[in-house]
């Protein structure tokens, strides 16, 4: 199975300001015969259902605010949210779809500092 | 829009079964592979077993294996997960998930959850 590992586990960020989340693959996910690397974000509010954000490693779901980014090829991934909001404030997963099971990393948790 | 409603959670002892169903709406249900996600409390996310449109293939997780069962009746635009032998680490909060529009295997929509406790 391929591991996710995301990094920190949590992280405190002042509104307004930029946060960053990593995470890594223990094998490639990148695909080389499309050039795409199997790649997806969640945001996870207490309560609600996991949303997800970002898939292709950099591609934006429909509807979700332009300040979500998503960068990286290969092993290595990176989340970035340009100016955080209050509404922002959620667990953070990404996750692997190259190949079977699809395996999710440990989770980022975002607070404001 | 989609719409994915889970039903059948509850509390169950060890060793007991229950099964979870999610209906679906807003969608081409028979189009569409779909999954079982689970969260076990202060725990991350697991994927728990999928299913293809037609319900042709299907694959666990390996802790899941034998146990659970996932199915879907196409007619009733409904997802199904059989959870036999039940342990009490099967306890968390679960979800389906349709696939994604790219990919069979990560997630755009997600239903709502249902808790699922196991426990004497």
């Known amino acids: 199975d391929i591991v996710m590992t995301q990094s920190p586990d949590s992280l405190a960020v002042s509104l307004g300001e930029r946060a960053t989340i990593n995470c890594k693959s223990s094998q490639s996910v990148l695909y080389s015969s499309n050039n795409k690397n199997y790649l997806a974000w969640y945001q996870h509010k207490p309560g609600q259902p996991p949303k997800l954000l970002i898939y292709w490693a950099s591609t934006r779901e429909s509807g979700v605010p332009d300040r979500f980014s998503g960068s990286g090829s290969g092993t290595d991934f990176t989340l970035t949210i340009s100016s955080l909001q209050a509404e922002d404030v959620a667990v953070y997963y990404c996750?692997?779809?190259?190949?079977?099971?699809?395996?999710f990393g440990q989770g980022t948790k975002l607070e404001i500092k | 829009q989609v719409q994915l409603v889970e039903s059948g959670g509850g509390v169950v002892q060890p060793g007991g079964s229950l099964r979870l169903s999610c209906a679906a709406s807003g969608f081409t249900f028979s189009s569409y592979g779909m999954h079982w996600v689970r969260q076990a409390p202060g725990k991350g996310l697991e994927w728990v077993a999928f299913?293809?449109?037609?319900?042709?293939?299907?694959y666990y997780a390996d802790s899941m294996k034998g146990r659970f069962t996932i199915s879907r009746d196409n007619s009733r635009n409904t997802l199904y997960l059989q959870m036999n032998s039940l342990r009490a680490d099967d306890t968390a909060v679960y979800y389906c998930?349709?696939?994604?529009?790219?990919?069979?295997?990560?997630?755009?929509?997600w239903g709502q959850g249902k808790l699922v406790t196991v426990s004497s």
């Open positions: 998930a349709k696939v994604g529009l790219h990919s069979d295997l990560y997630f755009d929509y």
């Open positions: 299913i293809r449109y037609d319900g042709s293939n299907k």
């Open positions: 996750q692997q779809y190259y190949n079977f099971p699809p395996t």
